[in-house]
């Protein structure tokens, strides 16, 4: 069993950058991959950001290809999600997953979740 704990959300000025981490429990956390996803209010959650279990491939939405990285320490179980030049439509809950299945994107393929963290960006 894995468990997922993100912390480092918050509010920030639009042009800002804030870092998101998500702590990891679990023995079989470095053979997952990970990724992050958000959700805004009245929206369905979607895809942000997912990187292989080793952390050699990382793959990126769209929205936010060039201002987003993602990044891994296996011996320290964190996942972390550093996001820069953001805007008003970043704000969301952000949340780590977890899943045996390597490059997916879909909602459905992530087995592990955690609670989440609001990052709000203002103008």
């Known amino acids: 069993q894995v468990q997922l704990v993100e912390s480092g959300g918050g509010l920030v000025q639009a042009g800002g950058s804030l870092r998101l981490s998500c702590a990891a429990s679990?023995?079989?956390?470095?053979?997952?991959?990970s990724a992050w996803f958000r959700q805004a209010r009245g929206k369905d959650r979607e895809f942000v950001a997912g990187?292989?279990?080793?952390?050699?491939?990382?793959y990126y939405a769209d929205s936010v290809k060039g201002r987003f990285t993602i990044s891994r320490d296996n011996a320290k179980n964190t996942v972390n999600l550093q996001m820069n030049s953001l805007t008003l439509e970043d704000t969301a809950v952000y949340y780590c997953?977890?899943?045996?299945?390597?490059?997916?994107?879909?909602?459905?393929?992530?087995?592990?979740w955690g609670q989440g963290t609001q990052v709000t960006v203002s103008s």
């Open positions: 997953a977890a899943s045996h299945i390597p490059y997916a994107r879909l909602i459905t393929a992530w087995e592990y």
């Open positions: 679990g023995r079989t956390f470095s053979t997952l991959s």
């Open positions: 990187i292989s279990w080793s952390g050699g491939s990382t």
